[in-house]
Every structure is written in C-alpha cells, then in structure tokens.
C-alpha cells in the first residue's frame, strides 16, 4: 500500500505540475506572421542533461555506478524539479530493474531509445528520463543495426530579461511541447541514411517540426554528420554543435537553424569515467 500511495503521489504530481499557458502569458515573444523570427539567442534557455562514457562501454558496471547514478538523477537534480529531460547513454547492461526504480523514486516517467540492435538479447540504447507520461515513442531504423528515436514531451526553459547594460532585471518560467530525437551514430552508412532529401532526418523533420536532436557520434564522423544535418534538403539548415569530445564519441545537438541553438555546456563527474553533460540550449 506504501508503495501505491507513492505511485499515485507521483501520478498527481505530474498533473498539477503540468503548467497551462494562455495569450501572452507564457513568456514568449509573439511577432506578426509575415515578420522575420530572431535568431536563438541566450534570452530563452533550458537545460538538458546528458550522461555518458562517450565510450564504447556500457554506462554502469556495477552497483556503485548504478547507486551513483541514482542519486545523481533523484539529489542531485532533485527528481523532477531539476530536469525535463535527461538521457543515460548506453544504459543497457542487463540491470535496467535499478534505473526502473530511479524513475519511479524521482517521480519521473521513462522509455528506452534502442540505439542498436544486433538480436533479441544484444542491443544498445539510452533511458531518458522525461516529466510526463509519453503517448507515443517512435523508432526508425537508420543504416545497419542503427535506429533514431523520435518522442513528444515537455519542456522547461527560462526567459531572461536584461537592460541596456546587459543586467538581468527579471526571470520568467517558460513551458511548452518539443519533438526530440535521439540516436548513436557508429558507422558511415548510418550517416548515410541519416541525411539526404529522401533520409531518416527529413523523415521525421516533415511529421515533426520544429525538432531538437541530441545524441552520439563517433568522433572521427563528426564532420560527415554536420554535411548530412546540411544535405536534408529544407528551406532552413540544420546546425550539428560540437557539445563535448570524449575518448571514442562526441556528444552532437542538431538544430534547425531558425529555432534553437547551441549555448554552453558544465560538465560533472558522477562516478569514476562517468560524466554528467549540463548542456544548455537557447531558442
């Protein structure tokens, strides 16, 4: 019954924390239609978390690491209330029982982005932890053994004011849904699939966009993904940011061009060769 009391807890707290905005009430810049949209700039941000080895290892190892990480997610960002999105790469180690009890001791909701697939019981993938219940994840296969994950959440963000001498006068919490991507990108052919007119990103930009894409890349395939985000073939490009380099990949953020852009990323150590990436992102 504790147990239950709990769960329905969590359920409650995601309906009155789902905020309702109406008008101009919501924090947002509202321009005429036939007007130009600024760039992204640093007066609207939010913060995406991003854990990883940015290695061809799996994320935990052991019960340390899984105990390090569960209390990264449920201290350290303070459950719900320090994060809208957080995504744990290459949480695929067989103990995914440990991370399903992350996610319900943060009072967060989950769904798994398998990254690869080889068979039935070899695959590679990412947990995200979002702040609402998902109605709908959808996964494309992307080259050999490869699969973009596309979903619809929430976001939080952050309006800042500042005056002409750059001080901040007020702050203003910002709300709305988001198209997010995900994928792990090992080998040309994936890359391959990806861009183009006729690829997996034009795909999902035609269903669903604007969109916001963050994930993995080997590192000496950066550059080939930037000219495939180029390739896709829209009225608008889509910018590939260099995040962070680790030993094997690069933490990558696709955006359109027109809608969010790349601020700045803090980075903080979760256990021995685990990082956590706080990576903040403008519109």
């Excluded at 996964?139 to 001498?165: F, H, I, P, Q, S």
Aim: some cysteine.
């Amino acid at each position: 019954m504790k147990n239950a009391k709990k769960y329905l807890s969590a359920l409650l707290a995601l309906a009155v924390a789902a905020p309702t905005f109406t008008g101009c009430d919501n924090g947002l810049d509202e321009y005429p239609s036939d007007a130009q949209i600024p760039a992204p700039s640093d007066k609207f941000t939010t913060e995406i978390q991003f854990v990883s080895r940015l290695s061809d290892a799996a994320l935990c190892s052991g019960a340390s690491d899984y105990e390090a990480v569960h209390d990264y997610i449920v201290t350290t960002l303070d459950g719900r209330n320090g994060s809208w999105l957080t995504v744990l790469d290459r949480a695929d180690n067989g103990d995914l029982r440990s991370l399903m009890g992350t996610a319900f001791d943060s009072y967060r909701w989950t769904t798994f982005a398998f990254n690869r697939i080889q068979s039935q019981t070899a695959y590679q993938g990412s947990m995200l932890f979002v702040n609402r219940c998902l109605t709908e994840s959808r996964g494309e296969a992307c080259g050999a053994g490869c699969y973009v994950t596309g979903l619809t959440t929430g976001m939080k963000g952050v309006r800042t004011d500042k005056n002409d001498l750059g001080e901040v006068t007020g702050t203003t919490e910002v709300s709305f849904d988001v198209n997010v991507l995900t994928a792990r990108f090992e080998t040309a052919d994936q890359i391959s699939a990806f861009g183009g007119g006729d690829g997996v990103l034009r795909s999902f930009y035609d269903t669903n966009m604007p969109l916001l894409m963050i994930g993995t890349v080997k590192n000496d395939l950066f550059e080939s993904l930037q000219a495939a985000g180029q390739s896709a073939g829209t009225s608008y490009g889509f910018n590939v940011f260099e995040v962070s380099k680790g030993s094997q990949y690069t933490i990558f953020l696709l955006t359109e061009e027109r809608f969010w852009g790349f601020n700045k990323v803090e980075t903080e150590t979760i256990a021995n060769g685990i990082e956590s990436y706080r990576i903040s992102v403008m519109w």
